[in-house]
């Protein structure tokens, strides 16, 4: 089990690195010169070259990226171009907005896809089973941006049940703070519904074609008792990979759901920072985003084995 979480780890790092990579010279790629932005309409070549010096934007890419790296590893992610204040802060902050919401979109998700994925299986080719794929299908097909203005539309300015954009932390009032999540949170999980839901059908399908679960069913068993002993944990295998990456890339891509309801949040704050050539901010944003990543998915690897007894971690 050791050697296999410090093989994981060890894959792990250059993957990081080279995420890195990419990230510092794909934001240098993007047009516009962040000093130019910053001074807006004053045209003074001599004050826009002391503020590119300043940023330290006048040095060639390459020794950029490696005093961000000596910088990096200090802890230090730098000082936002746009608002002046220490980036690591900054993100932290907004992390927890991003996790709070990514964290209850999955647990909505999997309480709803996990039941009627099983369901959908154990009644294969049944009116229960077409209908809970239909479903699954049409939510697929639904874009989350869209379903959120649907959902403010409806429910925040005509019924008027729900507040329409903000947020309150759910530490500082509980009940608020819920009142601001279920329509982000609901926009945000129904597409992973539509995919859990799918991969959980077909991983129990799979499982309750097997001798064991036939040797369950022969003991006389009942089908509840079936279900929830000897197929869930093996049939749950394949969602978990799944469960995975749809957290991790829910972190990366809740900047439209933020977006819409004005969430602050670490998606929007990449949308800003982009709009801003904020460097700084935006190189560590997608830093976090793409460690979190590979965290969650190390996370996965090694919980796979105690959900599938046919992996074995040596």
């Known amino acids: 089990m050791w050697s296999y979480t410090l093989k994981r780890v060890l894959t792990a790092i250059p993957t990081v690195f080279l995420v890195l990579l990419i990230v510092f010279t794909l934001i240098r790629l993007i047009p516009g010169d962040p000093a130019e932005l910053m001074l807006y309409e004053l045209d003074d070549p001599a004050v826009v070259q002391q503020m590119r010096e300043d940023l330290g934007l006048d040095k060639p890419i390459p020794v950029q990226f490696f005093i961000w790296l000596g910088n990096l590893a200090t802890g230090d992610l730098?000082?936002?171009?746009?608002?002046?204040?220490?980036?690591?802060?900054?993100?932290?902050?907004?992390?927890s907005v991003t996790a709070t919401l990514v964290?209850?979109?999955?647990?909505?998700?999997?309480?709803?896809?996990?039941?009627?994925?099983?369901?959908?299986?154990?009644?294969?080719n049944t009116r229960i089973d077409f209908a809970i794929v239909l479903?699954?299908?049409?939510?697929?097909?639904?874009?989350s941006f869209w379903v959120g203005l649907m959902l403010l539309l409806f429910f925040g300015v005509y019924l008027q049940w729900l507040p329409t954009v903000g947020y309150v932390e759910l530490s500082t009032d509980f009940g608020v703070g819920v009142l601001y999540l279920i329509m982000p949170v609901i926009s945000l999980a129904l597409t992973e519904i539509a995919v859990l839901t799918r991969m959980m059908r077909s991983g129990t399908l799979e499982v309750l074609r097997l001798e064991y679960v036939t040797h369950a069913r022969a003991k006389g068993l009942s089908e509840g008792?079936?279900?929830?002993?000897?197929?869930?944990?093996?049939?749950?295998a394949p969602a978990l990979t799944m469960l995975g990456l749809v957290m991790a890339s829910?972190?990366?891509?809740?900047?439209?759901?933020?977006?819409?309801f004005s969430l602050p949040g670490i998606g929007k704050l990449v949308v800003d920072s982009i709009y801003a050539r904020d460097y700084p901010m935006l190189q560590g944003a997608l830093l976090l985003i793409a460690g979190v990543y590979v965290v969650v998915n190390l996370a996965v690897d090694l919980l796979y084995g105690f959900f599938d007894p046919r992996v074995t971690l040596k």
């Open 103 to 124: 964290f209850w979109a999955v647990s909505f998700a999997v309480l709803i896809a996990v039941p009627a994925g099983m369901v959908a299986a154990w009644k294969q």
């Open 225 to 236: 008792t079936v279900l929830a002993r000897h197929v869930f944990k093996n049939a749950f």
């Open 78 to 95: 730098g000082v936002s171009i746009r608002t002046h204040e220490a980036v690591l802060p900054a993100l932290l902050e907004r992390f």
């Open 250 to 260: 829910l972190l990366g891509g809740a900047a439209v759901t933020e977006t819409v």
């Open 135 to 143: 479903l699954a299908i049409f939510k697929l097909s639904l874009p």
